[in-house]
């Protein structure tokens, strides 16, 4: 272990893996250049550098060996369980990389001329009606980037509609306490004021604090069902009564479909609005940033408010309507994430109208069979069956000191991701656990039994591993949130 570096490998062939400017030696290059200076032209010459760039000198293997490195020290989906609750990291198949990556798809130019892309447009536009049809509503944009984005397109279409009804004046987004954190930011950057609603002891929305809060104010309520903590919310048909009586309109976040395709449409539940994250409920590797697709679906009264360009079909093909007089305008420089929206075609197109079902029934059972395998090591916040997550918390290890953050910690040295931690807000240290449809009962068995063996080894009185974990991988525990607050992104000459 001692003398590892970045010639040597440590244990494992795992290469310890310095900055790229550490690598670097001076007038390295990995390229070849013939000597340019004596015949530059005088134009030119007042551009020559006095001093070398400040890049690093790397031949081409020690730059590709750099690069190939760092990707292994990555988690993936294709490395292993991703059991990040509230995300969907399920598998993407690689028949959809094939079609995705298919020339006329690929290859393309947002701006072409519409003839030449019909067979694009036709699929796209394929994909917006299933979209619509797995959803209950009768129109869909595919144009925002991602979810938030959806929340924000959505939110933007409701004040729309709002100022054409003479009701601008409405500006409160009611938004439970349960909610993702992107709900109460894209009520903000809409310029609406966020009122939080508290969650009832089972986890669902509070009728009562809702109905206090609804007045003639109230341009929405955003609403993720079943909800972050993986209970369905069983008073939906009402809540949506309730909302729209008072004038408001009903977002839902779609970021939990998963656990409803086939099965329920939002649109027949009384929902106006539903944005649909489709690199998580229709696969895409996702993660780190992205990519994604959070296309908007809406009822009749927002349709007027959608954004341009949308897709029609008329009689010649395949059109992009480019004005629309009440459009919010364009959220996105083209018609949306092609690459991530043919991704969702094909996931959707491989289980087909009598099959889609499944994908909710498998993820929602994944997610039960954990449940029952993990409820006797592990504190259940809320009683009965999930949905497509199941929620623990740490508050039988935590008399013994032991927090969420161990146990996520002490996976990491088990062989597993962990799953996604204090999320929801309302639960104290949750851990949100989402099987997905495509892991086996043996992958769920092993994570239990990593999870059980984590348990056995609090009860057995092995905090201090469990504070010290992890104790395997490259790099240990790290201050997450400096990490995040100030990152270092530029090199200044300096380790
Ligand atoms: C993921 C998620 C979002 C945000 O979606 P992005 O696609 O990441 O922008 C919103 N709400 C919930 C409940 C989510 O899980």
């Known amino acids: 272990m001692t003398h590892a570096n970045q010639y040597s490998a440590k244990a494992g062939l795992m290469h ?28 030119l010459a007042a551009f020559s550098r006095k001093k070398a760039a400040n890049i690093p000198g790397l031949s081409e293997p020690e730059t590709v060996r750099h690069f190939v490195r760092l990707s292994q020290w990555n988690h993936s989906i294709e490395t292993g369980f991703y059991p990040l609750g509230s995300c969907t990291m399920k598998y993407n198949p690689r028949v959809n990389e094939n079609i995705a990556r298919l020339p006329g798809f690929a290859h393309v130019h947002p701006y072409q001329p519409e003839d030449s892309v019909q067979g694009l447009l036709e699929s796209l536009y394929e994909v917006q009606g299933w979209l619509g049809e797995i959803t209950g509503f ?82 929405a309520l955003m609403l993720t069902n079943p909800n972050t903590a993986g209970a369905f919310e069983s008073n939906i048909v009402e809540i949506c009564r309730l909302v729209h009586e008072a004038g408001g309109f009903v977002y839902g976040d779609g970021a939990n479909l998963n656990a409803l395709v086939g099965k329920a449409r939002p649109g027949d539940m009384g929902i106006d609005c539903l944005h649909i994250n489709v690199h998580k409920t229709f696969s895409t590797p996702h993660g780190g940033g992205g990519p994604g697709g959070g296309p908007v679906a809406v009822c009749e009264a927002l349709a007027p408010f959608l954004p341009t360009p949308h897709i029609r079909a008329c009689k010649h093909g395949y059109h992009l309507v480019q004005e629309h007089p009440q459009s919010i305008g364009s959220v996105l420089g083209s018609i949306g994430q092609v690459g991530v929206l043919i991704r969702a075609a094909a996931y959707i197109a491989a289980f087909g109208r009598d099959h889609l079902h499944k994908i909710a029934e498998d993820a929602v059972l994944n997610a039960n069979y954990m449940l029952a395998r993990l409820k ?81 080894q609090c009860k057995n009185g092995e905090t201090e591993l469990l504070h010290d974990a992890p104790l395997l991988p490259m790099r240990r525990r790290l201050d997450e949130t400096a990490a995040a607050r100030k990152p270092t992104l530029v090199w200044h000459g300096e380790v």
């Open 138 to 219: 009768p129109h869909v944009t595919l144009q925002p980037a991602a979810g938030a984005h959806g929340e924000w397109t959505g939110l933007m279409m409701i004040r729309a509609a709002l100022q054409a009804k003479g009701e601008g004046h409405r500006n409160k987004v009611l938004v439970p306490d349960s909610a993702h954190g992107t709900n109460p930011a894209s009520a903000s950057l809409c310029g609406m004021e966020t009122i939080e609603l508290p969650s009832l002891p089972n986890g669902q929305l509070d009728l009562e604090a809702l109905k206090q809060h609804l007045d003639g104010n109230t341009a």
């Open 376 to 456: 006797a090591h592990y504190h259940v916040p809320f009683p009965g069956l999930c949905k497509h997550e199941c929620l623990l918390t740490d508050e039988w290890q935590n008399r013994d000191g032991v927090k969420t953050l161990d146990i996520a910690k002490r996976l990491i040295d088990l062989g597993f991701h962990p799953m996604t931690v204090y999320f929801p807000l309302i639960v104290h240290g949750a851990m949100l656990i989402e099987p997905t449809e495509t892991e086996s009962k043996e992958m769920m068995d092993a994570f239990c039994d990593a999870m059980v063996e984590i348990a056995e």
């Open 16 to 43: 310890e893996e310095p900055l790229v400017f550490e690598h670097a030696h001076e007038k390295a290059t990995s390229i070849n250049l013939p000597g340019v200076t004596g015949d530059m032209p005088a134009s």
